[in-house]
């Protein structure tokens, strides 16, 4: 199980071949919709893919993602992609950083940066930790995945083996956000004996479902948290109903055009991040069009849609109960434009809540959204212990 150094070349013939695709992109018509209310208004996502097919350079996002310390690793027949930064401090902390979906491992670069080397950032370069940013599996350079039922239980696994076998880390703490959550807790509650702690930037706890809280449930000032989960909702239900009951039938239109996937995914950016409507003024163009080429020049963006399967699979089921208690210390860091909540008495009651943030900004992708901010967090969270 050794990790070999990686670097990202995606054949000449299939960039072109992407462009030729968005070239001849076919769009269904849209009316009444400049509002968004039926989906992505196909004006904005028209000036987008132009700009996609003519002007974003993947070769320089390649460069600039080339320059970051690459490896793959397979583990149970599964092949693992991840980014290593190590980090400066004298007594460097391991972390691994997890993302979700529609994520990629470049969500947590720019925090993951900050927490490595944080002198460089005006901090104290002895908190430096050694960072690794692993790709879901199924997800971008993590692939072919050719196994079902490899969901966040399964994954935690694969994770516990890739920094104590693969790296040689004997104890690591973990932070995610969505699916990296969801992870990150399978972590903290079956495999605690080597984690320092968890850190979510999605406020869930094992077992119980957000759509079931009602107001009472919330203190005073956690009001707002009700407003805004029910005006993430619609998206919500409409991508998590299609994931979980059939992935493949959607993964066949997504996978034949770029279009398509970039419309499923930008949608989910702009309606969940902080954005207000310009979700171009958060991500910028040129970061949205190289998610949309990782998914795409990788192909992808099916065996990423299966995890809604694996998880949401009644026959398998969740590995975590409403009863389950994770011991490991515990720390949130919250968006304000995220798509679930939870309240903080219920955080308490089910984790050794150790830290509990609210974000002036940013929403479901909020390392992406606000690095500084959530790699302060995170530090603060892990010097305390």
């Given at each position: 199980m050794q990790p070999q150094a990686f670097r990202i070349d995606i054949p000449d013939a299939l960039l072109e071949d992407m462009r030729a695709r968005l070239r001849a992109t076919r769009l269904p018509g849209d009316f009444g919709n400049d509002n968004w209310r039926y989906g992505v208004e196909q004006g904005w996502l028209e000036g987008m893919l132009h700009y996609w097919a003519e002007d974003y350079d993947w070769r320089a996002a390649e460069a600039a993602m080339n320059t970051l310390p690459h490896y793959r690793v397979t583990i149970d027949d599964i092949p693992i992609h991840f980014v290593h930064l190590r980090g400066t401090g004298r007594h460097r902390r391991p972390l691994i950083l997890t993302h979700g979906w529609p994520w990629s491992f470049l969500d947590w670069v720019e925090a993951g940066r900050r927490l490595a080397d944080p002198g460089a950032y005006g901090g104290d370069p002895e908190d430096g930790c050694d960072v690794v940013i692993p790709s879901l599996p199924g997800f971008g350079f993590s692939a072919p995945l050719r196994q079902t039922g490899i969901g966040p239980t399964q994954i935690a696994g694969l994770w516990m083996r890739l920094m104590t076998e693969a790296l040689g880390y004997p104890r690591f703490g973990a932070a995610g956000g969505d699916w990296g959550a969801m992870v990150t807790l399978e972590m903290g509650c079956h495999h605690h004996?080597?984690?320092?702690?968890?850190?979510?930037?999605?406020?869930?706890?094992?077992?119980?479902?957000?759509?079931?809280?009602?107001?009472?449930?919330?203190?005073?000032?956690?009001?707002?948290?009700?407003?805004?989960?029910?005006?993430?909702?619609?998206?919500?239900?409409?991508?998590?109903?299609?994931?979980?009951?059939?992935?493949?039938?959607?993964?066949?239109?997504?996978?034949?055009?770029?279009?398509?996937?970039?419309?499923?995914?930008?949608?989910?950016?702009?309606?969940?991040?902080?954005?207000?409507?310009?979700?171009?003024?958060?991500?910028?163009?040129?970061?949205?069009?190289?998610?949309?080429?990782?998914?795409?020049l990788t192909n992808t963006i099916g065996s990423s849609l299966r995890i809604y399967a694996e998880w949401f699979n009644p026959a398998s089921g969740p590995a975590m109960g409403a009863q389950t208690r994770i011991k490991v210390p515990t720390g949130y860091g919250i968006g304000p434009k995220d798509i679930v909540f939870l309240p903080r008495k219920l955080a308490a009651e089910h984790c050794d809540l150790r830290r509990w943030t609210v974000f002036a900004r940013g929403g479901h992708f909020g390392p992406a959204e606000q690095p500084a901010a959530v790699a302060a967090d995170i530090q603060a969270f892990f010097r305390a212990l």
């Open positions: 004996t080597p984690i320092d702690g968890i850190y979510l930037t999605l406020p869930v706890v094992p077992g119980l479902d957000g759509r079931g809280f009602d107001a009472s449930m919330f203190a005073e000032d956690e009001q707002w948290m009700i407003a805004r989960r029910d005006a993430a909702a619609p998206t919500v239900v409409s991508h998590i109903t299609v994931h979980m009951n059939d992935p493949q039938t959607l993964a066949y239109a997504l996978a034949d055009s770029p279009a398509g996937t970039a419309a499923w995914i930008w949608e989910r950016r702009r309606a969940w991040s902080d954005c207000d409507g310009n979700v171009e003024a958060v991500f910028g163009r040129d970061g949205l069009c190289t998610l949309a080429s990782l998914y795409w």
